[in-house]
């Protein structure tokens, strides 16, 4: 893959690394062999101008790291989830009602010198543990310019791979691109609201909150019993809202289109961001994997609802962690694509309401 001579650390992506991606087929034609990629150059935001006069709208880019989620005193495999998504994904059928051509294939950023750091460090030792936070910290440093770069273009990123701590970066970079603070909706079983004790996948949210960058935010389907009293007291002191797992699924005090409507209506008034943590959904292997959360079809009709709603700046999907599969990694490339590549296509057909997002 060619690095970029505009940002060392994004590795933009030609037609030849698509190709090695894509399983051709006579006379089929798969989104990998039509969506588009970022025009030659030596200037980014020229190259995304260019790329946006062409028709693209939405920009993907992957984040390979799963740094987020050990600084986290969690597991690690995220970064396994943007390759997961591109295997499926680039060999879906090109649908003649989906717009494939306003997907520009930006790239992923280019972190393996910071995971190689990474895989020597323990979480459990907190001199290493320091360490790790400051490598999420560096991943910060370069994430969120790249992203402002692309909202500057007008165009909406979907950021695919690493851990809930580049919710942090992406707001960042979309806030500043708009000059305004974004209100974002999490479908999550965690807030991510934890003190600001050095970055991790834990508290991307409270960061962004303490730097003015995140003027709302609502977390649907989270789960009080796994989140810290600390956590959601610091939640409800910022004026934040939630609508939880028991409400909707134990109580059922609320449907999944009463919920959408209260936490969106929250959100009026600022740009909008959308938050997926794939260990929402049952059963997919994510860093915090479980049993007790949405299923998959109801996940993506989710995505699909809030962003016909909501016309989010911004989608994130992270967590995704295709090694935690029960039955190992090669069965969990394959789960975590697919839901992956279901979750954009959803996202996607609800600004341009056409094709069915089943895949």
Known sequence: MKQSKDAMTLKVYTHSDVARLVSHRPLETKIGEALTLLPQGNDLAQRLDQAKRLGARFALLGVP???????????????????????????????PDF????????????????????????????????????????????????????ARAGLVPI????????????????????????????????????????????????????EGYLGQYQVLAMHPFKNSAASQQALKAAGFGTVTYPELFVQRSLTLDQALDLLCGRLSGYPAGLELDMDVINLLPASAYTNTSLALADVEYLIHQASRRLKPRYLHLCEAAPARHPAGEAFGMADCGQALAAMVLAFVTAFDGQASTGI
Not at 76 to 94: D, H, I, K, T
Not at 161 to 173: E, F
Not at 177 to 183: E, I, M, P, R, Y
């Open 65 to 95: 790291e799963d740094l987020g989620p050990k600084a986290n005193l969690g597991k690690g495999g995220a970064e396994l989830g943007w390759q997961a998504f591109l295997s499926r994904f680039l060999n879906l059928q090109s649908h």
């Open 159 to 210: 950021v695919i791979g690493g851990g809930h701590n580049n919710a942090y970066p992406i707001i960042r970079g979309v806030s500043q691109a708009l000059g305004h603070s974004l209100g974002v909706l999490n479908l999550d079983p965690h807030a991510d609201f934890r003190p600001m004790e050095g970055r991790h996948s834990g508290n991307g949210f409270r960061y962004a909150q303490a």
């Open 99 to 150: 717009p494939t051509h306003s997907l520009l294939l930006l790239g992923e950023l280019e972190l393996n010198d910071l995971q190689t750091q990474g895989a020597a460090l323990s979480n459990q030792r907190p001199e290493q543990l320091a360490q790790l936070r400051e490598l999420v910290a560096e991943v910060d440093r370069r994430l969120a310019p790249l992203i402002e770069a692309v």
